[in-house]
């Protein structure tokens, strides 16, 4: 029995878990999926947004402002790349200047700082490689940019060195509540599509693109989440020098509009796209979407270098019938943490400590006062600490474990060590897209064409699995059929 059932371990859940993690509550963590944050916390434009393009008085702006302020900080603890390189709305036209007038106004209503208008001299200067066409910008220089399947697994990863239960491939099929159960006092039954299941006194939803389904089993129809389908290129990190701030165009109500912005690894990326469709699955990279967006990046930053692109994404975005984040207790005991799409990622600090609050005072009204742990561990190792070592520092740790002098992945400077040491942090990886988002391994420009074998046998040994047993993502992606001395007819 536990005391507490987050379902979903995106950057959401996980936020929300790793606040939990703070009390002495017995608290588990239900995913779908056979790794955390695989869904719209890894495919995402990685920006945390400073607060002035969402309505006063929302959710949306009220968690963005928050969360931007608190970012840094939770960065820090959890050991997560942060950098705050400012982002800036560019107007092209005169309807474009009344648009970036309307969001500076926008976010001083919404309390966000240093908020000014560059015009066209200031601007170039800032981003000398601006179509000449760009006559003014809205600056914003609390903007920043983040790694948001790193910041996921961390939050997660933290949340389970303080106590909380992960349990991976768990797709919820079934909520009920027995009133019965929990010697009288009533608790939800959480079935899985495996058909096992999972006790617990109060439960959380924030399962995504799924959180309405999810909603529907504990009884609630009061929203529909639909799928906005986002498209990105990924530029090589020789590109890493076209743009310092996150750029964005005036949006539309489809979204922020196609942006370019660095990321905190060096690369650049463009996009996204913006397209509502049906299929929660859906992610595929359309060549419409593709050419969108380096038409819309031709006529903004002709300086733009296509041929760099190292690879494609698609992410989907959960947007909600009320235009704004839903945060509510249909029904005692279960609370609903759906609709957050953007500014989700930068949200996510505040909503975790949000959402904690509204259950601590749902505890209280059971007469339950749940004490904070003793021995609480707030803070985490980077992912990257061996990266960030001098090279006199790195010597010292090859001369005591040889595996941090044995390059694996030659694109990223990956070491079997790092790889290793990856493999055995909250929560472990199980595949090569696992060890990509912790490490960084298969993302240069061979996108894993030469490491993937060598990391294949690595994470074997270390899981202590088959070779043959290792997919690139999960859900039958086998990569391997056998040893080739080993095949026969």
């Known amino acids: 029995m536990y005391d507490v ?46 607060g002035f393009d969402a309505k006063p008085g929302s959710l949306k702006a009220r968690f963005n402002v928050e969360g931007s302020r608190m970012m840094e900080e939770v960065c820090r603890d959890l050991g997560v790349k942060y950098q705050r390189n400012g982002s800036m709305v560019v107007a092209f036209s005169d309807d474009d200047r009344k648009m970036v007038e309307e969001l500076l106004e926008r976010g001083r209503q919404n309390g966000v700082e240093g908020l000014y208008i560059a015009e066209s001299e200031e601007l170039h200067r800032l981003e000398p490689n601006l179509s000449q ?4 910008a809205l600056i914003a220089p609390t903007g920043a940019i983040v790694c948001p399947y790193e910041l996921t697994i961390s939050a997660v990863g933290n949340a389970m060195d303080n106590g909380v239960k992960l349990q991976l491939n768990y797709r919820v099929t079934g909520i009920v509540f027995d009133g019965e159960g929990d010697n009288g006092r009533g608790c939800f039954i959480i079935a899985s599509s495996a058909g096992s299941t999972v006790k617990a006194r109060y439960v959380i939803n924030a399962a ?43 949006p539309t109500k489809m979204g922020k509009g196609i942006l370019i912005t660095p990321t905190v690894d060096g690369n650049v990326l463009l996009g996204p ?28 930053m002709p300086a733009v270098n296509i041929g760099s692109v190292v690879t494609l994404f698609c992410g989907l975005r959960a947007v909600g019938n009320t235009g704004d984040f839903i945060i509510n207790s249909p029904r005692p005991r279960f609370i609903n943490v759906a609709a957050i799409e953007s500014p989700g990622l930068t949200s996510s600090p505040a909503i975790g400590q949000y959402v904690k609050n509204l259950l601590l005072e749902k505890l209280a009204m059971d007469g339950i006062v749940p004490r904070r742990k003793k021995r609480h561990i707030r803070t985490r190792p980077s992912l990257h600490w061996f990266q960030i070592l001098t090279k006199e520092q790195k010597n010292l740790v090859i001369a005591d474990d040889p595996s941090f002098g044995h390059i694996i992945c030659r694109c990223e400077g990956i070491t079997e060590g790092e790889i290793k040491y990856a493999a055995a942090q909250n929560p472990r990886p199980s595949d090569l897209d696992g060890v990509k988002r912790r490490t960084r391994a298969q993302m240069g420009r061979c996108q894993g064409g030469f490491c993937a074998p060598f990391i294949v046998r690595i994470l074997s040994d270390e899981l202590e699995v088959p070779f043959e047993s290792i997919t690139k993502n999960g859900n039958g992606s086998y990569i391997n059929i056998g040893r080739t001395k080993e095949i026969t007819d």
């Open 5 to 50: 059932a987050v379902i979903g371990a995106g950057v959401i859940g996980g936020m929300i878990a790793r606040e939990l993690a703070a009390y002495e509550l017995n608290v588990c963590l239900l995913e779908a999926e056979n790794d955390v944050g695989r869904g719209s916390s890894s495919a995402n434009s990685a920006i945390v947004h400073a």
């Open 273 to 300: 796209t913006s397209e509502d469709i049906d299929d929660k699955r859906d992610t595929s990279v359309t060549q419409e979407g593709i050419d969108r967006i380096i038409s819309q990046m031709k006529q903004e």
């Open 208 to 250: 995504g693109l799924y959180s309405d389904s999810v909603a529907a089993m504990a009884g609630d129809d009061s929203f529909r989440i639909r799928p906005r389908r986002g498209e990105y290129l990924v530029l090589d990190k020789g590109a890493g020098t076209l743009c310092s701030h996150t750029i964005f165009r005036t």
């Open 133 to 136: 066409d760009a006559v003014c």
